[in-house]
């Protein structure tokens, strides 16, 4: 079956810059949306960057500038880019991935990853 993972996150200071990969893996034929989200401490899950299968972006404000979301079709992987690092950036970073599996052709299902941390330090 299709399983989803985020790696990268870590702790970095204010100002600095990390990557963070989401991979899928298994039953995969093809990818179509996959989408970055966030959530913090009390707050409720944000989306922060999607990308199409043929390249398409777009970006929530918070992340417009500094964040860029880009794909790998070939490794059924998605990044995100994350410089100038705030410590509002801290969250719970998420991968949303739209599979087309050999179980699920034609048609998508949605995954998701477990999450990785990002800490941003004063």
């Known amino acids: 079956q299709v399983r989803v993972v985020e790696s990268g996150g870590g702790l970095v200071q204010t100002g600095g810059s990390l990557r963070l990969s989401c991979a899928a893996s298994g039953t995969v034929v093809s990818i179509g949306d996959m989408t970055w989200y966030r959530q913090a401490p009390g707050n409720q899950r944000e989306l922060v960057a999607a990308i199409t299968e043929i390249g398409s972006t777009n970006y929530a404000d918070s992340a417009l500038g500094r964040f860029t979301i880009s794909r790998d079709n070939a490794k059924y992987t998605a990044f995100l880019q994350m410089n100038s690092l705030k410590p509002e950036d801290t969250a719970v970073y998420y991968c949303?991935?739209?599979?087309?599996?050999?179980?699920?052709?034609?048609?998508?299902?949605?995954?998701w990853g477990e999450g990785t941390l990002v800490t941003v330090a004063s």
């Open positions: 949303n991935a739209k599979v087309r599996s050999r179980k699920s052709w034609p048609g998508l299902e949605d995954y």
